[in-house]
């Protein structure tokens, strides 16, 4: 199985700052014939379902705000928040589409300073 | 806009069974690959099993390989989740999802609490 694993495991950040999460994979995630890595990331707040934010590593799902963004390629990835606000506090899990098992981050916790 | 509601979910002792379901409106799941994803309480998110649009193909997890089975109703326009000889590692809560291209889920229901426990 593809291991996802996160960096860091929490993260407090003031209001206004820039808060940046990592996910590394045990194996590449880039395909070649597309040119897409198969990486997307979630947000869970408390008591609520997931909610897509990015997928192919850097495409922001509908609705998303632009402070979100996505990066990497490969087995390295990153999740920038630009500007943190109240409401960005949640749990966010990078997960591989890549093969099957479909496998998940940890989870990074992400906490106002 | 599209919506999943599971039900189904219970408190149910180890080597029980227990049918999920999920009723989708918005959308026609046929024109969807469906997957289930699960959360133990206060852990990681953990993909169950997935059925293709025109379901011919179902894939699981190898914990649950031989237990659990996926199906839908294109009458009732929802998807089912049949458990059986259910351990208490499959406690969680139980989301129903919408699958897009290479295993993305961007549609996802409130979920639905299982407890296996004696």
């Known amino acids: 199985d593809v291991v996802m694993t996160q960096s860091p495991s929490s993260l407090a950040v003031s209001l206004g700052e820039r808060a940046t999460i990592n996910c590394k994979s045990s194996r590449t995630l880039f395909y070649s014939p597309t040119n897409k890595s198969y990486l997307a990331w979630y947000q869970q707040k408390p008591g609520q379902a997931p909610r897509l934010l990015i997928y192919?590593?850097?495409t922001r799902e509908s609705g998303v705000p632009d402070r979100f963004s996505g990066s990497g390629s490969g087995t390295d990835f990153t999740l920038t928040i630009s500007s943190l606000q109240a409401g960005d506090v949640a749990v966010y899990y990078c997960q591989q589409g890549f093969t099957l098992p479909y496998t998940f981050g940890q989870g990074t916790k992400l906490e106002i300073k | 806009d599209v919506q999943l509601v599971e039900s189904g979910g219970d408190l149910v002792q180890p080597g029980g069974s227990l049918r999920l379901s999920c009723a989708a409106s918005g959308f026609r799941i046929s024109d969807s690959w469906m997957a289930w994803v699960r959360q133990a309480p206060g852990k990681g998110l953990q993909w169950v099993a997935n059925i293709k649009y025109d379901g011919t193909v179902m894939n699981y997890v190898e914990s649950v390989k031989g237990r659990f089975s996926i199906s839908r109703d294109l009458a009732k326009n929802s998807i089912d989740l049949q458990m059986n000889s259910l351990r208490v590692d499959d406690s969680a809560v139980y989301y129903c999802?919408?699958?897009?291209?290479?295993?993305?889920?961007?549609?996802w229901g409130p979920g639905i609490l299982v407890t296996v426990s004696s």
């Open positions: 192919w590593a850097s």
């Open positions: 999802v919408t699958q897009q291209g290479w295993g993305r889920f961007d549609s």
